[in-house]
């Protein structure tokens, strides 16, 4: 379990860095928030479930 408290920490930085990115090009370009939100949630999605495939094998191994 100690080893997953590390690894979650990947996923913890990637989500802070896109949704850091989605406030940063949202700010500079505001007609293009649409576009750039379904980036972000997709990105959002595949880290998390890094994080989810991550805890699946702490209790499976």
Not at 12 to 30: D, E, S, T, W
Request: proline share 3%; net charge neutral; hydrophobic share 65%.
């Amino acid at each position: 379990m100690i080893g997953y408290g590390l690894a979650a920490i990947g996923p913890g930085i990637a989500i802070g860095l896109i949704f850091a990115a989605y406030i940063n090009g949202v700010a500079r370009q505001p007609e293009a928030q649409s576009r750039l939100q379904s980036i972000a949630i997709l990105g959002f999605a595949l880290a998390e479930a890094l994080a989810i495939i991550g805890i699946a094998l702490a209790f499976v191994l």
